[in-house]
């Protein structure tokens, strides 16, 4: 009955270890994925402020 625990114990703590990393995990996903939003974001701004800079776009 003694050793029951400590398999408990090792199986709980490999639990914890799966929990914490697959959390880091989601987490630097999570960061990316904004990260890369952000750039688009910022890509459409500069793009939308450099077009009234060209003119109209009609030649004459």
């Known amino acids: 009955m003694g050793t029951r625990g400590v398999i408990g114990d090792k199986w709980s703590m490999r639990v914890l270890w799966a929990c914490a990393i697959g959390s880091a995990v989601s987490l630097y996903m999570v960061a990316v994925e ?23 776009g009609e030649q004459v």
Do not use: W
């Open 34 to 56: 904004r990260q890369m939003q952000n750039r688009d974001r910022m890509m459409a701004e500069s793009l939308k402020n450099m077009e009234p800079d060209s003119g109209s």
